[in-house]
């Protein structure tokens, strides 16, 4: 089985733009979650989707959005992006009951 | 509020010894943990998970202990290969909480020949 992809794999945008990153789930698994890595706050938990409906939300502010279509696959949204969004967001996809999650390489965002 | 301490950034070890990498929690309602394996610039792996409701789980060279009461658990490698030197990242979940995942900051884990 291919595992999570994630793209783009690199991205540099500029304070004040909006970015959209992409990820397409383990076939089959319905839940995709997202996450930010960075050096100062580690691994966070942003949110997660299934059956195209948020279940589940962390602690980040309304900048930070995203969305699946009804194949599973999901998107995550930045608007009015900050330097302190560079980091590496990652995409994990379980299966309905969203215990063991499986990641998938992370997009790069680099915030200039 | 840190939720989930991995004490020991770093950690070094001897190929074919044992390597033990220790995690805390705080959160007594987590139900489920994990222990994930991160290598620069990838994604973490999945190494192996535990319920609540378990106290040792074994995967071929990983085990992974749980003490509820104490509220820790560790992961033990054995024996350690050079191909195990990654970063270790332990992770708790809650059902309450929709499973969202819970990292600690990580161990860098090196083992040398």
């Known amino acids: 089985k291919a595992g999570v992809t994630q793209t783009p794999r690199y991205l540099i945008k500029t304070r004040g733009q909006q970015v959209t990153l992409s990820c397409s789930p383990i076939s089959g698994h319905r839940s995709v979650s997202w996450y930010q890595q960075t050096p100062g706050q580690g691994l966070q938990f942003l949110f997660e989707?299934?059956?195209?409906?948020?279940?589940n939300k962390g602690n980040f502010p309304g900048r930070f959005s995203g969305r699946q279509f009804s194949n599973s696959r999901s998107e995550m949204n930045v608007s009015t992006l900050e330097l302190g969004d560079s980091a590496l967001y990652l995409c994990a996809s379980s299966l309905e009951a969203a215990l063991t999650q499986y990641f998938g390489p992370g997009t790069r965002l680099l915030v200039l | 509020d840190q939720q989930v301490k991995q004490n020991s950034p770093s950690l070094s070890v001897q190929e074919g010894r044992i390597s033990i990498l220790n995690c805390d929690y705080t959160?007594?309602?987590?139900?489920?943990f994990l222990w994930y394996k991160k290598y620069p610039a990838e994604g973490p792996t999945f190494l192996i998970s535990i319920s609540s409701i378990k106290d040792k789980n074994e995967d071929g060279r990983f085990t992974v202990f749980l003490n509820k009461s104490a509220k820790h658990l560790s992961l033990h490698i054995v024996p350690s290969q050079p191909g195990d030197s990654a970063v270790y990242f332990c992770a708790a979940s809650a059902i309450n909480s929709g499973y969202a995942l819970n990292f600690g900051k990580g161990t860098s884990l090196l083992v040398t020949p």
């Open positions: 959160n007594s309602m987590f139900d489920y």
């Open positions: 989707y299934f059956s195209e409906t948020q279940r």
